[in-house]
């Protein structure tokens, strides 16, 4: 290669996000910029700038990819596609898997989702996440319930990382079914009510 050449590198900007995830995961969000990700990609500098102008455009690239998981494993679920699954029981037994599989994983995802709260950049790409979440969902109930399972699975997800808590598969299916219970009754019409 002649002086100065520059060699094609495809997987860069995939290896600066994922860098950058491993930074967060190590250091926090105050300790991710542009340097502390080149460092841990091992690449140059302006590679990072190159890729992402500023911060928030990597976080937001690092959010969006931390994010994929959950969905992903929320819309692949053979029971949750099953309308005669046990729809509580399904989604207790995945979020168990969830934070199971790799608890530092969850850490850093949770870590990007809630840096929106101060970096406004990230909250369409956490809103995405809630969306995504929620429609995976949809098939199986109604979109306000959706919203509400998904709500909860992230406050029970929550309360684990942060007491350091083990997990509670069967707490946490009863808590979700209370929310499909809820559901059930907000549809009941007030007749059916006042017979019972």
């Known amino acids: 290669m002649p002086p100065g050449a520059r060699r094609y590198d495809p997987d860069r900007r995939q290896r600066i996000i994922d860098a950058a995830i491993r930074v967060v995961g190590a250091k926090g969000i105050a300790g991710l910029s542009h340097r502390s990700a080149a460092a841990e990609a091992d690449v140059p500098l302006g590679s990072t700038t190159y890729h992402f102008k500023t911060l928030d455009d990597l976080l937001v690239a690092a959010l969006r990819q931390a994010n ?19 729809l509580a029981g ?10 199971a ?3 530092g994983r969850v850490e850093r995802e949770y870590e990007l989702y809630l840096a929106a709260l ?33 709500a909860v699975m992230d406050g029970i997800s ?21 929310v ?17």
Do not use: H, K, M, N
């Open 68 to 86: 994929e998981g959950f969905a992903q494993a929320l819309a692949g679920s053979a029971a949750l596609a099953d309308p005669d699954t046990d």
């Open 90 to 99: 399904a989604l207790a037994r995945l979020l168990g898997e969830v934070l």
């Open 101 to 103: 599989a790799d608890r």
């Open 118 to 150: 101060r970096r406004p950049a990230l909250r369409p790409v956490a809103a995405e996440w809630c969306e995504a979440a929620a429609a995976a969902l949809t098939p199986r109930t109604d979109p306000a319930t959706a919203r509400a399972l998904v």
């Open 158 to 178: 929550l309360q684990v990382l942060l007491t350091d808590a083990e997990y509670d598969e069967r707490q946490a299916r009863e808590i979700l079914t209370r």
């Open 180 to 196: 499909l219970g809820s559901r059930q009754a907000a549809q009941e019409c007030p007749a059916d009510r006042a017979r019972s």
